[in-house]
């Protein structure tokens, strides 16, 4: 309220310790976000509440504008990428959200330069749409540490853009690729 914002995104680290994998959390602090701010918008960055239901029903429940998960990759990668996690999982939160609520948009991202092929995540973008998901990010992976996953390869801004041309081709509403 202070800084003037009027599009704020709710994350956080994965809550795995809590009963709901943290959406209460997440519901209380869109609904005061509303109440103190009631012009924004709020987008929620979740995780993907391991498959949980209940968990993305309390999220949805507190109306954010846009209910955002990344799958971050292909499922080829997901294990060595993301070991803690399924894609089944992120299949299952994603492919409910419209269900729940048709009005709400659906976003999610995937980074790329970990060793996929553009086959493979085309597939992937197909799975994006065909569970509702209306916005992708796609961008760089960059290493963080010596400690994470190397950089298989960096993409060219013409891979970029390709990628951004057929996610359009396949009817996301908005794409951001670079």
């Not at 103190?36 to 509440?49: G, N, T």
């Not at 109306?63 to 990344?70: A, D, G, S, T």
């Not at 999982?89 to 609520?101: G, N, P, Q, T």
């Amino acid at each position: 309220e202070e800084l003037g914002l009027n599009y704020i995104v709710v994350t956080s680290v994965t809550r795995d310790d809590l009963p709901d994998g943290g959406a209460s959390q997440f519901a209380s602090v869109v609904r005061e976000i509303k109440k103190k701010i009631p012009h924004s918008r709020v987008e929620c960055l979740i995780p993907d509440f391991k498959g949980s239901m209940e968990a993305l029903k309390i999220v949805l429940d507190a109306q954010p504008e846009i209910l955002n998960h990344n799958v971050e990759t292909v499922p080829r990668l997901f294990r060595t990428v993301q070991p803690q996690d399924k894609y089944e999982w992120s299949s299952l939160i994603l492919s409910s959200v419209k269900k729940m609520d048709p009005a709400i948009l659906v976003k999610s991202g995937l980074m790329v330069g970990l060793g996929e092929t553009m086959d493979e995540l085309k597939a992937v973008m197909q799975d994006l749409r065909r569970w509702g998901v209306d916005i992708l990010t796609v961008g760089q992976y960059l290493q963080p540490s010596k400690k994470h996953l190397p950089i298989v390869r960096y993409y060219t801004p013409d891979e970029f853009d390709q990628i951004k041309e057929f996610g359009y081709e396949i009817g996301f509403k908005w794409v951001e690729s670079a």
